[in-house]
């Protein structure tokens, strides 16, 4: 049950997670947090001082009555990285991980095993027409038709040469296996050691898996209840 409804939650991630493109280092919250009044995104920019810059969060909804309301950007993203450390893995669930886990590498490999039988059949496919074509231009009476042949032995060669590239050797999925495993169970474990480890992209994939939707943020009272 929990490996099907993994599975559910992939597929939606995969279709819904929008990981917006003028996310900054600066601000890697910005495009993940609402405003609790107007249920708009917060943005964020740098304010300047007497004496020099700040950075905040902010609403920009000019209806909304939290408008240019400035949320310190250290506050915001400490809270958040509390917010973080309070929803782990627990321990009793642990195993069930790893278990999880092996059930979705196996059907990965399976699947990459079937894609690649199907490119050794296309290759295959492909050797016998270019047999196929260099016989007809050998027999083809006229230059056009001759021309014509050659394309799409050309079109075709291109192909095959980009099939066997894939097909080079037998690949071993120890490593990445161990790789991967490690991952996923750091993440669950302690999502707060890879948020603080990766680039903004994947801090913003890392949030589509753990939360349903946007946070709400306030000046008091910091995050809403979140749907993990």
Not at 11 to 35: H, M, S, Y
Not at 43 to 69: D, E, I, R, V
Not at 76 to 82: L, M, N, Q
Not at 173 to 190: D, F, H, N, Q, V
């Amino acid at each position: 049950e929990v490996f099907e409804n993994v599975q559910v939650r992939l597929r939606k991630d995969n279709a819904g997670a929008r990981i917006r493109t003028d996310i900054t280092p600066e601000f890697p919250l910005r495009g993940l947090l609402v405003c609790t009044q107007c249920k708009r995104h917060l943005t964020a920019a740098w304010s300047k001082g007497s004496s020099k810059k700040y950075p905040y969060y902010y609403c920009q909804n000019k209806a909304c009555g939290l408008y240019s309301k400035m949320f310190r950007k250290e506050d915001t993203e400490i809270d958040f990285k509390a917010l973080l450390e309070r929803n782990t893995l627990k321990p009793e669930v642990d195993k069930i991980v790893s278990v999880v886990f092996d059930r979705v590498w196996e059907q990965e490999v399976s699947n990459m095993h079937s894609q690649e039988r199907s490119a050794e059949q296309k290759v295959k496919t492909l050797r016998n027409e270019i047999r196929e074509l260099s016989d007809l231009v050998i027999k083809a009476k006229s230059e056009t038709l001759q021309r014509a042949y050659e394309a799409q032995i050309e079109e075709r060669a291109k192909e095959l040469e980009c099939l066997e590239q894939t097909l080079g050797g037998e690949r071993d999925l120890k490593i990445p296996y161990r790789t991967a495993l490690g991952k996923a169970t750091g993440m669950l474990k302690s999502p707060i050691s890879i948020w603080d480890t990766v680039d903004t992209v994947e801090k913003h994939r890392l949030f589509f898996f753990l939360f349903e939707k946007k946070l709400e943020y306030a000046k008091e009272g910091g995050y809403r209840t979140a749907d993990l």
